[in-house]
C-alpha cells in the first residue's frame, strides 16, 4: 500500500515568507508526528495529533509554527515569517495509535531553504 | 530531559564483518528503544524494537541489545554487505502509554566491499 507522502519535496522560499508543507499519512493510522532534521543533526519532534485529541504542540520552536490535521488525516505544517534558521529537512511520520510502541512510518521529507 | 549519545565518527568495517553500533542514555530509563535505518534524502525506516524488560532481541542479520544498568543499547549487524552502509539512529520512549520518540543523531556506517 502506499506509504506516507510530503509535498512539496524541496521548498525554496525567501526570508520573511510563509511557507507550507503537506502531510499525507497511511490510511487508517490515528497518530501522525512532524519532526525537523538538520544538517548532522537528530530528529527534532515538533508536534503531534493523536485523532480528535489536542496535540501536544510541545516541539514547535517558536509561535511562527503551526500546524492543522484537517479529517484526521491530512496535515499541513505552516512556518509564517520565515528565517535562514528554520531551513532543515521537515520529516512527516505516523504510526497505528497512540502509544508510542508502534513503529513510526516516514514520510521522504521536505527540504526547506531559506534564502 | 533525557540526553542520548550515539557515536558521531562514521564506522568503517570491511565486509563479512560485523558491525556494533552504541547508542548510551542519561537520566531514566525508557520503557522501549527503537533502531531505525536512514539513507541519504530519505526518511528514516524501522528496523527493531526492544523493551526495557528484554536484553536481546534479534530479526535476520540484526541483534539489539539493551542493558538498563549501564544505560546502553547496542545494535549488531553480522555478516555486514555494502548495502548495509546507511545512517542508523536510536530512538527512546519514556513510557509504553502515549510518549514521544526522542532519536539520537545517528552514527554512519560504511561497509567496504
Known amino acids: 500500500g502506499a506509504g506516507v507522502s510530503q509535498s512539496p519535496s524541496n521548498k525554496v522560499t525567501e526570508k520573511g515568507k510563509d511557507v507550507e508543507l503537506r502531510c499525507d499519512p497511511i490510511?487508517?493510522?490515528?497518530?501522525l508526528y512532524w519532526y525537523r532534521q538538520s544538517l548532522g543533526q537528530g530528529l527534532e519532534f515538533l508536534i503531534y495529533?493523536?485523532?480528535?485529541?489536542?496535540?501536544?504542540k510541545s516541539g514547535l520552536p517558536s509561535d511562527r509554527f503551526s500546524a492543522e490535521r484537517t479529517g484526521g488525516s491530512v496535515s499541513t505544517l505552516t512556518i509564517q515569517r520565515t528565517q535562514q534558521e528554520d531551513s532543515a529537512v521537515y520529516l512527516c511520520?505516523?504510526?497505528?495509535?497512540?502509544?508510542?510502541?508502534?513503529?513510526?512510518?516516514f514520510g521522504p521529507g521536505t527540504r526547506l531553504t531559506v534564502l | 530531559s533525557q540526553k542520548i549519545e550515539q557515536n558521531s565518527e562514521a564506522l568503517n568495517i570491511q565486509e563479512g564483518k560485523t558491525a556494533t553500533l552504541t547508542c548510551n542514555y542519561t537520566n531514566y530509563s525508557p520503557a522501549y528503544l527503537q533502531w531505525y535505518r536512514q539513507d541519504p534524502g530519505r526518511g528514516p525506516v524501522f528496523l527493531l524494537l526492544i523493551r526495557e524488560n528484554e536484553k536481546e532481541k534479534r530479526k535476520e542479520r540484526l541483534k539489539v541489545t539493551f542493558d538498563t544498568t549501564l544505560k546502553q543499547s547496542l545494535f549488531h549487524i553480522t555478516a555486514s554487505q555494502p548495502a548495509d552502509s546507511a545512517t542508523y539512529l536510536c530512538a527512546l520512549a519514556m513510557n509504553s502509554g502515549y510518549s514521544t520518540l526522542t532519536f539520537g543523531k545517528g552514527t554512519m556506517l560504511l561497509v567496504s566491499p
Open positions: 490510511s487508517g493510522h490515528t497518530a
Open positions: 511520520a505516523s504510526s497505528r495509535t497512540q502509544t508510542g510502541i508502534h513503529e513510526q512510518f
Open positions: 495529533f493523536q485523532g480528535n485529541s489536542a496535540p501536544d
